[in-house]
């Protein structure tokens, strides 16, 4: 997997009770993305860069990764039997099916 694999991540992912993860390319390129989390309270919006096969960004003063996974990876039931996922930590994932 490379940073194309990451380019491939473009758009929106779904996470349970409205949750979302949107990441777009950011207007400058060169592997950089504008990362959009909402999560039960709010929308908030980081920039991200690729880096091998994942994006990387700051939240809250620590870095925080972006990585493929399925379903089962995310440790939430929600999304367990999902195929096509992101996961930034357990417990936070977003799937496209």
Do not use: N
């Not at 779904?14 to 950011?26: H, Q, S, V």
């Not at 207007?27 to 929308?43: C, F, H, K, S, V």
């Not at 690729?50 to 870095?63: I, K, N, Q, S, V």
């Amino acid at each position: 997997m490379t940073s194309a694999t990451v380019a491939a991540w473009t758009g929106q992912w779904t996470g349970p009770e409205g949750t979302f993860l949107r990441i777009e390319p950011a207007p400058d390129g060169a592997d950089r993305y504008t990362i959009t989390i909402r999560d039960l309270d709010q929308a908030r919006t980081y920039a991200g860069r690729a880096a091998d096969a994942e994006l990387h960004f700051l939240r809250d003063g620590t870095e925080a990764t972006i990585r493929a996974s399925d379903g089962a990876g995310t440790g939430m039931k929600w999304l367990a039997d999902k195929r096509d996922c992101l996961v930034i930590r357990t417990g936070e994932g977003y799937c496209r099916d």
